[in-house]
Structure formats: C-alpha cells, structure tokens
Antibody, heavy 117, light 110 residues
Framework: EVQLVESGGGLVQPGGSLRLSCAAS????????MSWVRQAPGKGLEWVSV???????YYADSVKGRFTISRHNSKNTLYLQMNSLRVEDTAVYYCARVRPRDWFDPWGQGTLVTVSS | QSVLTQPPSVSGAPGQRVTISCTGS?????????VHWFQQLPGTAPKLLIYGNSNRPSGVPDRFSGSKSGTSASLAITGLQAEDEADYYC??????????FGTGTKVTVL
C-alpha cells in the first residue's frame, strides 16, 4: 500500500526551528517528485516546496531562504527543515507525492506546527 | 496566496447537481496545464478526486466529473449525497508560481 506518515510537528517560539519528517512506504521517494503543502487553521491549501527526483528543489516565496526540503534515500524519508519560524507559519503540514502530470497523491495525514510565544 | 478562484460555498439538496468553478489565468490553466480536484472531509487530509481535468481514480464514484475549458475548470457532483459535504479544492501548475491551489469551496447538503 502506498502511504505517507508525517511527524515532527509541535509548538515552537517565533524565530525557532523545527524539522518535519515524512516516511514513505509502497514506493521510492528518490524516484518521485515529493512536495510539502500546508494549511493554516481555517484556511485553504498552500504549496510550500518540492524536490524533484533529480534533486532540484523549489520553494514558495513565503518560505524561500527559511525552509529547506531534502530526502534520505536509504530511509525512504522526506524532510522539511524550517528555520526562522514566524507566527504565520502556523499550519498543518502535509507531505505528498507529485504525479507525472502534477497532481498530488497520496497525501500524509498531516502534522501540526504552531508558532507562538 | 491562491491564484485559482473558486466560489466560497455551494449548496444543494440530496439528489441535486452542483457545480464548482475554478478560474485561473494564462499562466496556469490557460497555458494548458492540467487541473486536478481534491476533496477534504472535516479534520482529514485532502484526497484526490479528479486528475488530469476529467479522470477519476479508482474508488471515486462516477457522480463526480471534471471538465476544463480555456482558463477555467469545473467540478460537477450529480446525485448529491450527505457524505459529499466537504471542502473541495482545484489545483494546477503555474509557469510563474509552480504548484497552485484554488481558494476552496465548501459544499453543504441541505
């Protein structure tokens, strides 16, 4: 079964850091495009970052320079390192596989990041 | 911010047909990029509903259908059921902004 399971969310102060993990099963992370999408409380979906199978990475302007997407091939796991966190980064963060014509499937269950003092 | 515009809400009685529009621009839908749709039930992760403008993954009822024309796309739900009450999002690719989502539409079954 193709599945994604996120972890690493929690409460962090503004300016702090957090690393999210996304463990994949049923497929190989390094052979796929993988992405992070977030959803602020009561708001819509916002794309955050993508890593291509070749290793190229791209970010939304709102997180560029602060977030870093990466993967660990032998652990079949995707990561999102989040630095200089802001209150507006508070959201549920989902990881998702990006399919060849740019749709997201499957999605993980999400992990909540709360940035507050 | 979202660059694909959807109506905030639509509603219908059980058995009725409702449609959700998704309006983009020449840098995303109008540039020929595919439109995909997701259903998000309360408290859960989004689930793929329609991919490649009009294709249903296995397990998605044929009550759900998608179409695309010009710079817009639509999701139709026929024979509306109580279990269809959820938030729906369109998604595409944008040549300037990478992956983009719609503003989201809440479907209410009266």
């Amino acid at each position: 079964e193709v599945q994604l399971v996120e972890s690493g969310g929690g409460l962090v102060q503004p300016g702090g850091s957090l690393r999210l993990s996304c463990a994949a099963s049923g497929f190989t992370v390094r052979s796929n495009y993988m992405s992070w999408v977030r959803q602020a409380p009561g708001k819509g979906l916002e794309w955050v970052s993508v890593i291509y199978s070749g290793g190229s990475t791209y970010y939304a302007d709102s997180v560029k320079g602060r977030f870093t997407i990466s993967r660990h091939n032998s652990k079949n796991t995707l990561y999102l390192q989040m630095n200089s966190l802001r209150v507006e980064d508070t959201a549920v963060y989902y990881c998702a596989r990006v399919r060849p014509r740019d749709w997201f499937d499957p999605w993980g269950q999400g992990t909540l990041v709360t940035v507050s003092s | 911010q979202s660059v694909l515009t959807q109506p905030p809400s639509v509603s219908g009685a059980p058995g009725q047909r409702v449609t959700i529009s998704c309006t983009g621009s020449s840098s995303n839908i109008g540039a020929g990029y595919d439109v995909h749709w997701f259903q998000q039930l309360p408290g859960t992760a989004p689930k793929l509903l329609i991919y490649g403008n009009s294709n249903r993954p296995s397990g998605v009822p044929d009550r759900f259908s998608g179409s695309k024309s010009g710079t817009s796309a639509s999701l139709a739900i026929t024979g509306l059921q109580a279990e269809d009450e959820a938030d729906y999002y369109c998604q595409s690719y944008d040549s300037r902004l990478d992956y983009v989502f719609g503003t989201g539409t809440k479907v209410t079954v009266l």
